[in-house]
């Protein structure tokens, strides 16, 4: 029932508004979605674990006027659809009435669905994926051989789905997905000492994965870097973000500007839009519609277009991230953004790492965070931290059990500048991060 174009999940979607409808529903959603893969991982030159998935699933949500009721089911035949919507209509009778319930507005519904490039199946044998692990496993361990003596495996894994929406509004739609990741992690040990690092590719077209012998050596390679890491004395520096854990920055930001926390009063960005939170050469962009992309979509969880957006100009908040429900609540217009952002770009000004690291001089440069010590109510951030000592722009020592501590709004003010080196295996898309001064306590 995974066909490309969907025409069967569309089917059994209009099947349950249909029935919807039937039991006196003034307005029905339906999402239905397929998923298939397979996951392998190897230790130590064996494999621990090959595994299947396949995993289907609707939800139904049914209002009757403004009380609303949902239902799910892991079934999809005919009977057990039926059944389904009519928990969702039961469970609306019992609701309280809410005025900001009901599907989006019509003119909000995408209306053309168009193709991203983001399917790309991988017709790997579990054999051939076993092999790959093992190879990348092997690489990352024949970077030192004496000094890395363990693993915690590589993994090779590929998956397609497809997910299928429609509501009583007249939208119907249904688009087509993959993702397929390599990874690696492995031990070094030095004297008492032992570190351990990882490297990973995930990518929609398997033919832009990187190789497993180039994964697994930069797994090794990350991990011997970090042998021989000292402590620092507690003090305020400034602090380097590699692009990988500065996604959680800008994370940390989107939280904060969630029609939720907003209209929950559960932000440390309290009705922020139109503020300057960022320096004033700072720009974020959301692009939802780039080819290939991780997190490219047509239209959000309701149907709801999805459009490039300025969500950050001039270092000034233009608006929030809203679903239909969080956007009444505020008083405005969903942004569609119902299950989350769309490829967030972060603009920097143009420096690579290298001229990153000259800026900063001194300081800390972060590869590793842990813990979570952010508060997204407060802004209050304090994390556990690994990564490179930094003087005169030169890498000079790994450091391990740090903690650097700060305010999320003085930091998002104190953002020097965004490095060009972007990494794009994720939804949020940025280069290293450099805040102007943070406190480090070590020591």
């Not at 893969?37 to 699933?57: N, P």
């Not at 011997?224 to 590699?242: D, E, F, H, N, Q």
């Amino acid at each position: 029932m995974l066909t490309a174009d969907g025409a069967d999940l569309l089917a059994l979607v209009e099947l349950a508004l249909a029935e919807a409808r039937t039991l006196g529903a003034s307005q029905a959603e339906a999402a239905i979605s397929m998923d298939v893969g397979l996951s392998v991982s190897a230790r130590l030159g064996e494999v621990e674990t090959i595994e299947y998935q396949r995993d289907r699933g609707m939800a139904v949500t049914v209002y009757f006027g403004t009380r609303k009721g949902s239902a799910s089911t892991g079934d999809l035949g005919a009977a057990a659809l039926r059944e389904t919507v009519a928990k969702a209509c039961t469970i609306a009778k019992f609701t309280a009435e809410d005025p900001c319930a009901g599907l989006p507005d019509e003119q909000d519904l995408a209306r053309d669905v168009p193709g991203l490039d983001l399917s790309h199946p991988w017709e790997i044998t579990p054999e051939r994926a076993c092999d790959m692990a093992i190879a990348c496993e092997a690489a990352a361990m024949a970077v030192d051989t004496r000094r890395i003596t363990n693993s915690e495996g590589a993994a090779v894994s590929t998956h397609r789905g497809l997910r299928a929406f429609g509501n009583s509004q007249g939208f119907l739609g249904a688009y087509p997905g993959t993702v397929h990741s390599i990874s690696c992690s492995v031990l070094g040990t030095e004297g008492e000492q032992m570190e351990r690092d990882y490297w990973y590719s995930t990518v929609r077209d398997w033919r832009e994965l990187e190789s497993a012998a180039s994964v697994g050596r930069r797994a090794g390679e990350r991990t011997i870097g970090r042998l021989g890491a000292r402590k620092l004395a507690t003090m305020k520096a400034p602090v380097l973000y590699s692009p990988d854990v500065a996604r959680g920055l800008i994370g940390h930001f989107i939280g904060a500007i969630r029609g939720g926390s907003q209209y929950r009063r559960a932000s440390f960005l309290l009705e922020a839009a139109g503020q300057r939170v960022f320096p004033d050469w700072f720009a974020l962009s959301e692009r939802p519609h780039l080819l290939k992309a991780l997190a490219s979509a047509p239209f959000d969880h309701e149907g709801v277009t999805t459009r490039d957006r300025e969500l950050v100009e001039a270092g000034v908040l233009l608006g929030y991230v809203l679903s239909t429900y969080s956007a009444r609540k505020l008083g405005l217009r969903t942004t569609g953004n119902a299950g989350g952002t769309h490829n967030l770009l972060v603009h920097g000004r143009g420096r690579d790492f290298d001229q990153m690291l000259t800026l900063m001089d001194r300081g800390l440069y972060v590869t590793e965070l842990m813990g979570q010590g952010v508060n997204g109510v407060t802004g209050d951030y304090s994390r556990g931290a690994g990564g490179f000592w930094v003087e005169n722009g030169q890498i000079q020592y790994p450091v391990h059990e740090v903690t650097i501590a700060g305010h999320l709004k003085d930091m998002y003010q104190k953002i020097v500048d965004v490095g060009s080196d972007i990494d794009v295996r994720g939804g949020i898309r940025t280069g290293s991060i450099l805040i102007e001064e943070m406190t480090i306590a070590g020591d």
